[in-house]
């Protein structure tokens, strides 16, 4: 299958396996210290649904309108200085209001909603889009195939945003399920830019239903596993708990440890080299013991200078790497 792309936008670059908000962040930190352009983010669509009839992609969104800098700095999602005069009317007419779309968010949604009607796929659309918001790191779409993360509750099985946003992360988790996953496939480009990446980075996104997704697509983990340059992971999680989301109890029902040892054993075989929080310093020697090396740094990124920090030190590290 061919690449979509042009080989200069996903050949020799850094590679970002990216959810949301804690991967936008970090991509905004190494966008400041290394030329974009040498910089390649595959994201989770599983997070993907369809609300009003459009199709919405959040990580996609939210890499990108943070990259553009135009990200509602508090959310993390949605746009600065957005309003909601649309969401107002649909609640008046009665329509779902569960899910806020803003007005100048409304437009993204609208227009890649047009653009699948006329044939275009995701990765041409984000990539349409982030040229035109002057992003020059590369945005990949994970998958051109509709994979949806459900989750399963003691009240029966939701859509992740419904989950989420809707029941705001109540209900017990029974199970994870990424609906599609069985005949998906990464993207051509995808499977290019992991094939000839200089290192891979992890970012520190939900292991389960964000960085899981992409994972969990056919020849994903098997290329990362067999590659010849070095892989890193950020841990999500600092001090127990995690910075954003609804990770902690996910972990849980997976079974998977809540703190950076248990992230480290989860991507164990996938990587090189672990990022953990100077909070979590005394993990490090376990975390070596798995047989990774192990970098103890501030990987709060509450600011640009932070974002920047954390970006370096990751490119530093990962230059150790053998
Ligand atoms: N998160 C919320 O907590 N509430 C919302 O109403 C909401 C709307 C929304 C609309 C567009 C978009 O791109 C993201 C949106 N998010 C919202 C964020 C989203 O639910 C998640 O944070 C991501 O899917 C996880 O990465």
């Given at each position: ?60 969104d ?22 909601d ?96 996953i ?42 990362i ?6 892989a890193?992971a ?17 972990l ?64 530093e ?6």
């Open positions: 299958m061919e690449t979509q792309l042009s080989h200069n936008d996903i050949t020799h670059k850094t590679v970002v396996l990216s959810g949301g908000v804690g991967a936008a962040r970090f991509l905004a930190g190494l966008n400041q210290i290394v030329d974009p352009t040498s910089i390649c983010a595959i994201i989770n669509t599983g997070d993907d649904i369809e609300f009003h009839g459009l199709v919405i992609s959040p990580d996609i939210i890499v990108m309108c943070t990259l553009a800098g135009i990200i509602h700095p508090g959310q993390g999602w949605g746009i600065i200085d957005d309003s005069h649309c969401m107002s009317m649909l609640r008046t007419l009665g329509a779902p209001d569960w899910f806020m779309l803003g007005d100048k968010d409304l437009a993204l949604h609208i227009q890649r909603t047009a653009l699948r009607k006329q044939g275009l796929n995701e990765t041409q659309i984000t990539d349409r889009f982030r040229r035109a918001f002057g992003v020059n790191v590369t945005l990949l779409p994970m998958t051109h195939d509709s994979v949806q993360t459900h989750i399963n509750t003691p009240a029966g099985e939701v859509h992740f945003q419904e989950y989420l946003v809707r029941d705001r992360a109540k209900s017990q988790i029974t199970g994870i399920h990424y609906h599609g069985t005949g998906a496939h990464a993207t051509p480009d995808v499977l290019h830019s992991l094939r000839s990446a200089t290192g891979i980075i992890i970012a520190p996104s939900n292991p389960l239903v964000s960085v899981g997704t992409i994972l969990a697509l056919p020849n994903v983990r098997q290329l596993a067999q590659r010849h340059v070095p890193i950020i841990s999500p999680i600092v001090g127990g708990a995690a910075i954003k989301g609804p990770a902690v109890a996910m849980n029902y997976a079974g998977i440890e809540v703190s950076a040892l248990g992230i480290a054993r989860h991507y164990q075989g996938l990587i090189d080299g672990m990022v953990i929080d100077n909070v979590d310093a005394a993990l490090a020697p376990a975390i070596e013991a798995l047989g990774m090396a192990v970098c103890v740094t501030d990987t709060i990124m509450s600011d640009d200078m932070r974002k920047a920090h954390l970006a370096r030190t990751c490119m590290f990962m230059a150790t790497l053998p």
